[in-house]
């Protein structure tokens, strides 16, 4: 019998041939276009008996398209020769279809976590290529024979089909996308998942950058390939499947501030309530009555806060949006990954010199407070602390604390980068916050003569002061230092012979309603001593180093502001008649 096979749609042959097995060998037959002229290829078939007269075959087609198969059989005479009259037969025509789509996404890690090692794929939004080529069958991808692919089947081994996309009208597939993780995550857009132009049975969506398929959310996500017709040339849809595409990154971070926070300015470090409502330049906080802590007293009644939010390079109309699945697992980003700049000046206030108010800032690594769909909150370190200089350049009038906390880089473990969202000059920083500040003064501790009859106790005048801009001045709302007669020295001038355990215990607060005025106590009180045993001597009170001053400044020389307040009491004196006005005693 001779037989042949026509192209049918699409109408011309892309080469390949349909093979017959007349169930003993393989015989490869002419496969035409469906124009051609016919030439057939002779097989041998087996028509069994005169009662059955039918011969099986089995054909192949390594294509796919609507065939047709045509057959002759050149009648003989009497003497079994060929008469040239044909007995002629045709099959209707047929689709053989691929088995499936092959997707292959070039570079792809195929992640199946997020913690997979070297996992990263592309940013969110970034282009990425993609090809889809059309199948030939194989028993190994096809175990129960039902033509559809196996769960898991690897068709990258397969040979194209290189008939598919040339039909009369060509066929479209498409790629859709399933979130394979997070779970509970959200769907992201997949962009440029249409594929046609079939070539040899492959199209190809990203080469030289064209049409490159996006994808502008986090995470894994799976693809899977149908026919746009759901049907190949009237018949069954074809389908492929890439179960494990990405991981998927953000391409960058926004930075936007949750809360500036506040200073306020701590006494005690154990009791940091009630809080003064100024600080003193160079003034540490306590941890304890007397002893003093390594902590500046400016420390964050609320620490500032920094939303950190995971983008896409998806930025309709200028604004990215946010890859809702930058969490749990997915979050590669370590509060030690936000690099701060630690602060040394004030932002606004300048000294005596021009310059800006230095100060120091102990900084130490925030945390994590929260991370909801892409967006992580940052706080500063709580055990933050700041101190003003004291020197002879900073006795100005008080000023308030501006303070900038800025941040210089934020970087992931995969490398994802925070930008500069904002677009202001901030001087190489990314992000600045600006938390309340609170008053700052030059402070001192200043303590007076006195004197009174040797038979006496005499009262010392302590007073603690803040320079306004022109003179020191009491600070009468000075609720933080505390005054306790144990501070109480004497120097060489001590001609009475007075000791300093002679002196009743007391302490207290300058702000005492039983002590007035405010920022000024009494109660350190010097006894008698004995009739006759008149004299001086020099009263010394140790104070912080913050209420020291240069007591002795020449004017020249640069101001140590390392000494503690001194005083002469004077044993011997009295007060005199109440008719004089005004006494008083030069040195």
């Known amino acids: 019998i001779e037989m042949l096979a026509t192209c049918v749609d699409p109408n011309e042959c892309a080469g390949s041939q349909v093979t017959i097995n007349n169930l003993s060998a393989d015989i490869p037959i002419n496969t035409l276009n469906n124009a051609a002229s016919k030439t057939y290829t002779e097989v041998d078939l087996d028509f069994s008996n005169d009662t059955v007269n039918s011969a099986e075959f089995i054909f192949t087609y390594p294509d796919a398209g609507k065939v047709q198969l045509h057959a002759r059989y050149n009648i003989r005479d009497e003497n079994g020769d060929p008469t040239g009259t044909y007995m002629l037969g045709s099959s209707s025509a047929f689709v053989v279809r691929p088995l499936g789509f092959y997707i292959n996404v070039d570079g792809n890690p195929k992640a199946q976590s997020a913690n997979q090692v070297n996992s990263a794929f592309k940013k969110a939004g970034d282009d990425f290529t993609t090809s889809l080529t059309a199948v030939q069958w194989q028993a190994a991808d096809d175990s129960d024979g039902n033509g559809i692919p196996d769960t898991g089947a690897d068709l990258s081994n397969n040979t194209a089909t290189v008939n598919f996309g040339n039909e009369t009208i060509p066929e479209v597939a498409i790629i859709s996308d399933n979130l394979y993780l997070p779970n509970l995550g959200v769907e992201g857009n997949l962009t440029n998942n249409s594929f046609s132009d079939f070539t040899d049975g492959v199209a190809i969506n990203g080469v030289d950058n064209n049409k490159s398929m996006t994808y502008d959310e986090v995470g894994i996500v799976s693809f899977t390939a149908n026919l746009a017709s759901g049907s190949y040339l009237g018949t069954v849809d074809i389908t492929g499947v890439e179960p494990y595409v990405g991981r998927f990154i953000p391409d960058h971070f926004e930075l936007t501030t949750s809360l500036d926070g506040d200073l306020m300015s701590v006494c005690d470090i154990n009791t940091p309530f009630p809080a003064m409502t100024f600080a003193y330049s160079g003034q540490m906080s306590r941890s304890s009555t007397s002893s003093i802590s390594s902590k500046g007293s400016l420390q964050y009644q609320f620490a500032p806060e920094l939303f950190i939010t995971a983008k896409s390079s998806n930025c309709p109309s200028g604004t990215c949006t946010t890859t809702s699945n930058y969490t749990g697992d997915f979050i590669k980003l370590l509060p030690s990954n936000v690099n701060y700049i630690t602060p040394t000046e004030d932002s606004d206030t300048v000294d005596l010199l021009g310059a800006k108010v230095k ?183 140790t104070v912080y180093p913050w209420l020291q001053y240069d007591w002795n400044w020449n004017g020249v020389e640069v101001k140590t502001l390392n000494e503690n307040p001194s005083a002469i009491a004077t044993f011997g004196l009295f007060r005199g008649n109440d008719r004089i006005i005004y006494i008083r005693e030069v040195f």
């Open 359 to 541: 100060l120091t800032a102990n900084l130490s690594e925030g945390t994590f407070l929260d991370e909801n769909e892409g967006v992580i909150t940052y706080a500063f370190n709580t055990e933050d602390n700041f101190v003003y200089l004291r020197d002879q350049n900073t006795e100005i009038g008080p000023f308030p604390a501006k303070i900038e906390l800025g941040i210089e880089a934020v970087s992931d473990t995969d490398g994802v980068v925070a930008i500069d969202s904002d677009g202001d000059a901030d001087n190489g920083r990314l992000w600045v916050l600006n938390p309340e500040g609170k008053e700052i003064r030059f402070g001192r501790a200043s303590l007076e003569n006195s004197f009174g009859p040797e038979t006496s106790p005499i009262g010392q005048v302590l007073s603690v002061e803040y320079y306004n801009g022109t003179d020191f001045v009491v600070a009468d709302n000075d609720t933080c230092t505390q005054y306790n007669s144990t501070n109480v020295t004497f120097g060489s001038l001590n001609s009475v012979g007075i000791d300093s355990a002679d002196i009743p215990a007391v302490s207290g607060a300058f702000v005492d309603i039983d002590d007035l005025p405010n920022g000024v106590t009494r109660q350190i009180v010097l006894p008698s001593v004995a009739a006759g045993n008149q004299g001086k001597v020099e009263i010394i009170y």
